[in-house]
């Protein structure tokens, strides 16, 4: 059956050594500490990725990965980073979508199924985000919004090439806001998101598909989300900076 996951996104925070001790918390924590997560992702700044790799080592459960790859392979890209160069220093996953690639840097669902395509080509799991924003849910748009987000950013994908995709569903209501979706309203989402992919697949590969929720997910609020039939773990914000927090919350699954 599909993985739980738990997956750190430290967005634009923490210096090169700030992030190597949290990580290195993180690590001893979770290898001492029992918990039904499968896998644990921490998705640091470009800078750190190399030395959380080497750390990681010998640790199975602690996968990296990257915030952002852009969608072409190699080239004249002044300040951007490619899926192959993620991939070469040993990070596995890449988160893409974020709502905040979306809002700042402009991220359409058409580049970001480029985005998919590249960094699937190079052997990366994207972690892909979509969600609603808070005027878009109080229009009762929030359905339309995430089936016209995986339609155009994943559904061109093959059935095996969706295999290898990991789902984020962050309402962008609830990012960094301290406002949690219900376990309701995730639950609602998350069913409705699988009941998509067997529409367009079938039902194996929804019952395969891991879709975390993030936005606001905290010790005190994961164990309710994470007991929902449809929700597969978390894409952590704020509570992936501080190493008890982040680890009760891979803790949350039992
Ligand atoms: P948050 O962020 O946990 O701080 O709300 C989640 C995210 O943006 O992935």
Request: net charge negative; with cysteine; aromatic share 8%.
């Amino acid at each position: 059956m599909r993985k739980k996951i738990v997956a750190g996104n430290w967005k634009m925070n923490l210096d090169y050594n700030e992030g190597l001790s949290l990580f290195s918390e993180v690590v001893n924590m979770v290898k001492d500490e029992a918990t039904g997560t499968q896998e644990v992702v921490v998705c640091s700044p470009f800078i750190h990725l190399h030395s959380l790799v080497q750390l990681a080592k010998g640790s199975a459960k602690v996968s990296i990965g990257a915030q952002n790859a852009h969608q072409a392979e190699s080239g004249a890209y002044t300040g951007e980073v490619s899926a192959r160069q993620i991939k070469s220093v040993g990070a596995t996953y890449v988160i893409l979508g974020h709502s905040e690639r979306r809002q700042y840097f402009g991220e359409s669902n058409e580049l970001l199924a480029k985005k998919t395509d590249t960094a699937l080509a190079n052997d990366l799991k994207p972690i892909f985000c979509i969600g609603e924003t808070l005027q878009e849910r109080e229009a009762n748009q929030h359905f339309d919004i995430i089936k016209s987000q995986l339609t155009e950013g994943v559904f061109h994908l093959d059935a095996t090439q969706f295999a290898r995709l990991v789902l984020a569903y962050e309402p962008i209501w609830a990012i960094g806001t301290g406002v949690t979706a219900s376990s309701d309203q995730a639950q609602e989402i998350h069913a409705f998101i699988r009941k998509e992919i067997a529409t367009k697949y079938d039902q194996s590969v929804a019952d395969a598909t891991t879709i975390l929720y993030g936005g606001s997910c905290i010790p005190k609020n994961a164990s309710e989300l994470f007991a929902c039939a449809d929700i597969d773990g978390g894409l952590i914000g704020g509570a992936s900076l501080k190493s008890r927090d982040f680890t009760d919350i891979v803790k949350a699954f039992n």
